[in-house]
């Protein structure tokens, strides 16, 4: 696979799959990612992400254990596979090298608590 055939919020649900594993499921990640992008982020377009990354072969899934709070129900957890593991350590490889060439004062100074 091309990291060009990975969009930018597959590339954020993927990073989210990887850092929730093993408890990575569609509300969690929805969740996580609002409080990191301080965004809304619905589970109707992480389900969309997640089905595109496993058709990827960048995650798989599996069938959890039902839980009370779910009402009997089993949630649907996802991992991130070796071909998953090796698109992102590409991606964030070209970003470091992307972001170290860039000169002191090159960028506008911005207020990141915006």
Known sequence: MRR?????????VLLAVAALTP?????AIAEDLEKATGN???TGAVHAALQRLEDKGLVNSYMG?????RGGRRKRLFSVTPAGSRVLHQ???IREN???????????K????R
């Open 65 to 69: 254990e039902a839980t009370a709070e």
């Open 98 to 108: 992307l972001w170290s060439r860039i000169l002191p004062h090159a960028l506008p």
């Open 4 to 12: 060009s055939d990975l969009g930018e919020f597959e590339e954020v």
């Open 91 to 93: 991606v964030r490889t």
């Open 23 to 27: 408890k990575a499921y569609s509300v």
């Open 110 to 113: 911005v207020d990141l608590a």
């Open 40 to 42: 809304t982020i619905t």
